[in-house]
C-alpha cells in the first residue's frame, strides 16, 4: 500500500475523546473509572477479556473503523460529558 492510500485511510478513521471524557468526569466528580469498566459498558459482548482490551485500545487510538452510535451514548453517560465534546466539535 503506497503512503497516499495508507494518509487516505487514517483521514476516514474517527477519534473519539475518550481520554478527555474520562478525565473530565474525574475532574468533575473525583470518581475515577477506569478504561476497563468502560469496556465492559461498550464492548459487552466480546469473547474475552483480552478482545475487550483490544477493542478499547483501538478506540483510544482512534484506530476504529466505525464508531456505534451506541458507544457514544454510553461513553457519554457514564462520562457526564456531551457528544459535541466526545466528537471534538466543542
Not at 503512503?3 to 475518550?18: F, G, I
Not at 475487550?52 to 483510544?60: D, G, I, K, P
Request: proline fraction near 4%; hydrophobic fraction near 40%; include cysteine.
Amino acid at each position: 500500500m503506497d503512503t497516499k492510500n495508507a494518509k487516505k485511510m487514517d483521514e476516514n478513521k474517527v477519534r473519539l475523546k475518550v481520554r478527555e471524557a474520562l478525565a473530565y468526569h474525574t475532574a468533575k466528580t473525583g470518581n475515577i473509572i477506569l478504561k476497563s469498566e468502560l469496556a465492559k459498558k461498550l464492548f459487552p459482548h466480546a469473547p474475552t477479556p483480552e478482545a475487550r482490551q483490544v477493542a478499547m485500545s483501538n478506540l483510544l487510538r482512534g484506530q476504529t473503523a466505525r464508531v456505534k452510535p451506541e458507544w457514544i451514548v454510553i461513553i457519554c453517560q457514564t462520562c457526564g460529558c456531551s457528544a459535541e465534546f466526545l466528537l471534538g466539535m466543542e
